[in-house]
């Protein structure tokens, strides 16, 4: 399905190496986007490219209504070389594949990373409609397919990391997906962006589906979105309340808010607050804030470089 290789991404795969593994040369532009393919993951780029780039992920928004034809930037991102790097699934929100989450792929790109990135449309019927949280059965079978999907790639490309990453509404699903999985069945990372779930969801439980663990980036000036917006249409996981991506799930270890990243006592669920330095990759707090290609690639990024 999702994971065939398609015969533009055959034809892609047989493109130079420089070409393939991140669609640049060794100083080149990618609709706009400016980074060195040869700068190490830790490399700073200079102040104008991540300014370039928070600004046009910021001005992609206008194009959100515009649905999967204002998302063309991580149409190329799923050739078979990528595949061979891993694989990262991003699960958009209530709008269905938009330049919203395409920024989120644009700024994994930017983050240096040589995975496959696949945007799943999960919702039953296009329109832009909070009706999509309601939908529990079709919700449930499609996190089923999800998760037949990463079991088939793991089949496929042993060894090689499984990273999703769900924003809002998506958030919701990347956790029903890990609740498909199997106790021997697990991706490397989990990553919730003001996610549209309930404070109370048992997200610690999920936690053994992992092999690195789960980040939720939550915010409170996201109230009035996964706040206000939740109580009156509901969570994903229907609870007429305010949800996590406001203010972060509750979880019987109060310490559990941590920016790190370590495996020394396994998987662990990582709850990071919005702050204002945040502002300062394109982050102001908002709904959209962690979907910023900037704030991807400083945040985001680092997390899925793990295996």
């Known amino acids: 399905m999702l994971l065939a290789v398609s015969d533009r991404s055959k034809q892609n795969a047989a493109l130079p190496e420089t070409i393939n593994l991140v ?3 060794e100083q080149s532009h990618v609709d706009g986007l400016l980074f060195s393919a040869s700068a190490q993951p830790d490399t700073v780029p200079d102040r104008a490219a991540v300014f370039r ?3 046009q992920s910021m001005l ?28 990262i ?27 496959a990135i696949q945007i799943i449309d999960w919702r039953r019927f296009r329109p832009w409609n909070p009706l ?14 999800v998760a037949e999907l990463i079991v088939g790639y793991q089949r496929n490309f042993p060894g090689q990391p499984v990273h999703l990453i769900g924003h809002s509404a998506g958030a919701g699903m990347a956790l029903f997906v890990l609740e498909q999985l199997r106790e021997d069945q697990a991706v490397t990372s989990v990553t919730l962006l003001s996610a549209a779930v309930s404070r109370k969801f048992d997200v610690e439980r999920l936690l053994s589906r992992t092999t690195a663990g789960i980040w939720n980036f939550y915010s409170p000036l996201d109230l009035p979105t996964v706040g206000i917006g939740t109580m009156l249409f509901g969570t994903m ?21 941590s920016a790190g990243i370590s495996r020394e006592q396994g998987p662990r669920l990582n709850q990071i607050p919005y702050k204002k330095s945040m502002a300062k990759s394109w982050n102001f707090g908002g ?9 991807v690639r400083e ?3 680092p997390i899925c470089r793990q295996r």
Do not use: W
């Open 132 to 145: 999509h949280l309601a939908m529990q059965r079709h919700n449930r079978t499609q996190a089923r397919v």
């Open 23 to 25: 669609m640049y040369a």
């Open 60 to 87: 992609g928004l206008f194009l959100a209504p515009l649905g999967r034809s204002g998302a063309k930037f991580h149409r190329l991102l799923s050739c078979s070389s990528r595949l061979e790097h891993g694989l």
């Open 299 to 301: 945040n985001i990024a």
């Open 89 to 115: 699934i991003i699960l958009p929100g209530i709008e269905g594949c938009s330049s919203i989450n395409d920024s989120i792929a644009r700024g994994l790109v930017a983050g240096q990373l040589s995975h």
């Open 287 to 295: 709904h959209f804030g962690s979907t910023n290609a900037a704030f």
């Open 237 to 257: 996981d229907r609870h007429y309340t305010v949800s996590a991506g406001a203010l972060g799930f509750l979880t019987r270890d109060h310490d559990s808010v």
């Open 53 to 55: 780039l928070g600004l």
